[in-house]
């Protein structure tokens, strides 16, 4: 069996069984993946592979990391898991049927929004667009795009929002190369729908974690992790007045696949658990009391948070009322992400 955690073992084997995803229209199709080294391209990859009745093609650019990461998987599966070496920022050549996309390669870390902007718009923009003429040539059946959150911009505290409120953003603001590298992707998306026939679904995710984060994960939720096991006191850089939902991944990839395979072209669905939904103060209270037993607490030292690349103070208080239209439902709240999250990364 693959060297994971049984923790994570077991989310696999949770989407596997999901009935409101119809798995038989993969049987004997080929999904690419991009983005299939990251937490939540790895755990679509290995769902995949876990179902059994799909072959899988991984875009990767480091090899050896992907060989390494996916070693058990290799030696199991054989050919359903094959690695296509390249980079979504070059045009893509593979010989071989695609028949479903799941596009999932981006810019991930805040910092870099506002240190490398053009980098994080180079990497959303010509990737997509290498991406999607893959597509277009592969004639595939379905074209999923992982959006994300921020195209929502930053709505009134108590308003929750929905799927045909994209904001407007400031371009003179260098970390909005983010936000408005992904509206344009999606009007990309819907373009090369229109035009070429592409049969593309847009998924919009909340900050989305679980198994499979690395321990060293630079992100708010892997800070907060190391703390409650390192018995560390939280230290926030703002007054943590954020409000936003989150997802856990193995929710999120049951989403991507629902969409994938009963979701409306040219449409856009928000993922997140509205049951989630609190300010990062309250969060990292949560783990204090919940996670350290106790046995640690907030501080604040507060920093010039745009040199940080974090985003203004939002209320992202999303509905998802349209993707739970077709049969998904988030299963797992936010203490329980945290404690299975914690669960795999000391396996």
């Given at each position: 069996?693959?060297?994971?955690?049984?923790?994570?073992?077991?989310?696999?084997?949770?989407?596997?069984?999901?009935?409101?995803?119809?798995?038989?229209?993969?049987?004997?199709?080929?999904?690419?993946?991009?983005?299939?080294?990251?937490?939540?391209?790895?755990?679509?990859?290995?769902?995949?592979?876990?179902?059994?009745?799909?072959?899988?093609?991984?875009?990767?650019?480091?090899?050896?990391?992907?060989?390494?990461?996916?070693?058990?998987?290799?030696?199991?599966?054989?050919?359903?898991?094959?690695?296509?070496v390249g980079d979504v920022c070059s045009p893509l050549?593979?010989?071989?049927?695609?028949?479903?996309?799941?596009?999932?390669?981006?810019?991930?870390?805040?910092?870099?929004?506002?240190?490398?902007?053009?980098?994080?718009i180079d990497t959303a923009v010509n990737g997509t667009?290498?991406?999607?003429?893959?597509?277009?040539?592969?004639?595939?059946?379905?074209?999923?795009?992982?959006?994300?959150?921020?195209?929502?911009?930053?709505?009134?505290?108590?308003?929750?929002?929905?799927?045909?409120?994209?904001?407007?953003?400031?371009?003179?603001?260098?970390?909005?190369?983010?936000?408005?590298?992904?509206?344009?992707c999606e009007a990309l998306c819907s373009a090369y729908?229109?035009?070429?026939?592409?049969?593309?679904?847009?998924?919009?995710?909340?900050?989305?974690?679980?198994?499979?984060?690395?321990?060293?994960?630079?992100?708010?939720?892997?800070?907060?992790?190391?703390?409650?096991?390192?018995?560390?006191?939280?230290?926030?850089?703002?007054?943590?007045?954020?409000?936003?939902?989150?997802?856990?991944?193995?929710?999120?990839?049951?989403?991507?696949?629902?969409?994938?395979?009963?979701?409306?072209?040219?449409?856009?669905?928000?993922?997140?658990?509205?049951?989630?939904?609190?300010?990062?103060?309250?969060?990292?209270?949560?783990?204090?009391?919940?996670?350290?037993?106790?046995?640690?607490?907030?501080?604040?030292?507060?920093?010039?948070?745009?040199?940080?690349?974090?985003?203004?103070?939002?209320?992202?208080?999303?509905?998802?009322?349209?993707?739970?239209?077709?049969?998904?439902?988030?299963?797992?709240?936010?203490?329980?992400?945290?404690?299975?999250?914690?669960?795999?990364?000391?396996?």
């Amino acid at each position: 069996m693959w060297k994971e955690s049984p923790v994570y073992l077991e989310d696999l084997s949770g989407i596997v069984a999901d009935s409101n995803i119809p798995w038989e229209k993969l049987s004997g199709k080929t999904v690419l993946v991009t983005g299939a080294t990251g937490l939540i391209g790895a755990t679509v990859v290995n769902a995949l592979l876990y179902y059994g009745k799909v072959r899988v093609l991984a875009l990767v650019r480091n090899l050896d990391k992907a060989r390494s990461k996916f070693a058990a998987q290799l030696a199991e599966c054989g050919d359903r898991l094959a690695f296509v070496v390249g980079d979504v920022c070059s045009p893509l050549a593979i010989d071989e049927t695609v028949d479903y996309i799941v596009h999932g390669a981006s810019q991930t870390a805040s910092k870099a929004f506002v240190e490398q902007p053009v980098e994080t718009i180079d990497t959303a923009v010509n990737g997509t667009r290498n991406v999607l003429e893959l597509a277009r040539k592969k004639q595939v059946q379905a074209f999923v795009y992982l959006s994300s959150m921020e195209l929502y911009g930053y709505p009134e505290k108590g308003h929750v929002v929905t799927e045909n409120e994209v904001a407007g953003f400031d371009t003179t603001v260098v970390r909005n190369s983010y936000p408005i590298g992904k509206q344009i992707c999606e009007a990309l998306c819907s373009a090369y729908d229109q035009e070429y026939g592409v049969p593309v679904m847009i998924l919009r995710l909340t900050q989305t974690f679980g198994p499979g984060v690395e321990y060293t994960d630079q992100r708010i939720f892997g800070e907060f992790i190391r703390c409650a096991r390192e018995k560390r006191d939280i230290v926030l850089k703002t007054k943590g007045e954020t409000e936003r939902c989150y997802l856990y991944t193995a929710d999120a990839v049951r989403a991507i696949l629902t969409v994938m395979l009963k979701g409306e072209r040219r449409q856009a669905y928000t993922a997140a658990n509205a049951a989630t939904y609190c300010s990062i103060a309250q969060m990292a209270e949560m783990i204090c009391r919940e996670l350290a037993q106790g046995e640690i607490s907030v501080r604040y030292e507060l920093a010039d948070v745009q040199k940080l690349g974090y985003a203004n103070t939002l209320y992202m208080n999303l509905d998802t009322t349209k993707l739970q239209a077709l049969g998904w439902k988030a299963q797992v709240d936010l203490l329980q992400t945290y404690k299975r999250t914690l669960e795999s990364m000391i396996y």
